[in-house]
């Protein structure tokens, strides 16, 4: 649906009514500093009670509807046989047009899954981008991950519509010499960590095309599928005359497995694999009772597995698919006018700031985007989420890996901001652009050694958050 606005300009419009809200905290400037030093400096060590904006992932935050809730409630539970999991997996194999599924309890439980049967000691996983747990899981057993992506994809301002497309040429190229030491390709749709970018139906028949060639199993993550489907629909000229679900079914014959996180992929919690190649499934299938639990619950709890359900039929709507990317569009395009750098164009996930170019002055080595998101939080209470090279590991001599590119994502959990709250995180961006100079580093009190940004402590390396603090009051007076 497209509704109009008499000026024309462009406003995301709120598809749905709110019927249950939670009382949000909006601390004080005082607390906020304080609590910034008790969470060292790091995102995840802040608690909610200290947060107004929690903006740091969309991973089991999005907001549910009626219908998923309502559906919860008639969950029929047990360990073998229970009919909300038979319900599930007839919901979820006609949404993917596939003939097996297998449950597990989220997106990297199921990429365990697939690394343990598919990857092999010094072989070759290919994808169009890696992620972060995929990633983990494939060299944790010795295997090789290989992207080819766009020429774009790492270019921050951008207007090339599908940053997410795979390198066909290079894929070719590779497969003509090494066919025998590769595993599988691997397209991850809504392209996470490079901002939430989608790829094209016309890639993957590529993609597809070159698979079948050299006879390689096909995987789609399809955790971001569901921003990936509206922007195909929205920006490929050949498929606007297609429904969602038309557009799904062609996505879905090309692959030979999906599987996906439901902490994104319908609104809930926890995850599944589905395939049609009898083979694959009876290679996986074990795997499931004793990693996740049994067949039928794969480790997670039944009322999740009926809002999953009714999440994934929602899915094919596009009146509740769109309103992530329309809202994320406005953040994007309001930040972009008042010159602050965005990732361009704005995809699904959330709206990435490029940190690069917001804070030119402060080295890699002292984690911009990480000093980013904490005088973010100190000026407004909103906590987004470190993607640069903070997120990065040392290698075995201890050298620092710089990352691609240094982002602070604001991720925009599906249905969960209005477009007021969109607007004070704008504002206050801008406030923050206008005095970026003031932005200094971070530097370690303690680093741990696997995962450091999860539970590192860290401090600013000069007196820089009181000069920001002071700024701050100089502006706004005393809010509170
Ligand atoms: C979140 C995510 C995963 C992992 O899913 P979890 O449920 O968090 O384990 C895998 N792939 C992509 C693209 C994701 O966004």
Redesign the pocket.
């Known amino acids: 649906m497209k509704i109009k606005t008499f000026k024309g300009s462009f406003t995301p419009l709120e598809l749905h009514k709110v019927r249950i809200v939670q009382k949000l905290n909006y601390p004080t400037l005082e607390r906020r500093a304080e609590a910034l030093r008790e969470a060292g400096n790091n995102m995840f060590l802040l608690k909610n009670d200290d947060i107004f904006l929690d903006m740091l992932t969309d991973?089991?935050v999005n907001a549910m509807s009626d219908n998923q809730v309502s559906a919860m409630l008639r969950a029929d539970d047990s360990y073998a046989g229970s009919a909300t999991y038979f319900r599930l997996e007839k919901t979820v194999l006609d949404f993917f047009n596939k003939d097996y599924f297998l449950p597990a309890h989220?997106?990297?439980?199921c990429?365990h899954i697939l690394a343990k049967v598919f990857v092999n000691k010094g072989h070759y996983s290919i994808m169009n981008y890696h992620?972060t747990?995929?990633k983990a899981h494939i060299t944790e057993l010795g295997g090789i991950v290989v992207q080819f992506y766009s020429k774009d994809a790492l270019k921050t301002k951008s207007n090339n519509p599908f940053k997410g497309n795979m390198d066909l040429e290079k894929l070719e190229d590779f497969l003509s010499k090494n066919r025998d030491l590769t595993d599988f390709v691997r397209m991850?749709?809504?392209t996470?960590l490079i901002g939430g970018q989608p790829w094209s139906l016309e890639n993957l028949v590529g993609v597809h095309k070159i698979c079948r060639n050299y006879n390689i199993p096909l995987i789609l993550?399809a955790?971001?599928l569901a921003d990936n489907l509206y922007f195909i629909k929205e920006r490929e000229e050949a498929c606007k005359h297609l429904s969602i679900k038309q557009i799904l079914t062609r996505i879905s014959d090309l692959c030979d497995i999906i599987y996906f996180?439901?902490?994104?992929l319908s609104f809930s919690r926890g995850?599944g694999i589905v395939t049609s190649v009898k083979e694959f499934h009876e290679f996986m299938k074990p795997l499931v009772p004793l990693y996740e639990g049994f067949l039928t619950y794969g480790g997670m709890s039944v009322r999740e597995m009926e809002a999953m359900a009714v999440g994934l039929e929602e899915t094919l709507d596009e009146d509740i698919i769109s309103q992530g990317p329309l809202f994320i569009k406005y953040m994007v395009e309001s930040l972009d006018k008042l010159g602050v750098p965005v990732v361009t164009p704005a995809g699904g996930l959330g709206c990435h700031l490029d940190v690069k170019k917001f804070l030119p002055d402060v080295d890699s080595h002292s984690y911009p985007a990480e000093a980013l998101a904490c005088a973010l939080y100190l000026i407004s209470g909103i906590r987004g989420m470190e993607r640069g090279t903070l997120s990065e590991q040392r290698d075995e001599n201890g050298v620092e890996e710089v990352s691609d590119v240094e982002l602070l994502r604001l991720a925009l959990p599906r249905r969960v901001f209005t477009l007021s709250q969109v607007k004070f995180a704008v504002d206050r961006i801008y406030w923050l652009y206008q005095h970026k100079n003031l932005i200094g580093g971070l530097k370690w009190v303690e680093e741990p050694k696997v995962l450091r940004f999860f539970y590192g402590i860290l401090e600013p390396s000069s007196n820089w958050q009181e000069l920001l603090i002071e700024a701050l009051r100089k502006d706004l007076g005393t809010e509170e």
């Open positions: 991973s089991g989220q997106g990297r439980a990429e992620f747990t995929t991850e749709a809504g996470n993550d955790s971001l996180s439901a902490r994104k995850g």
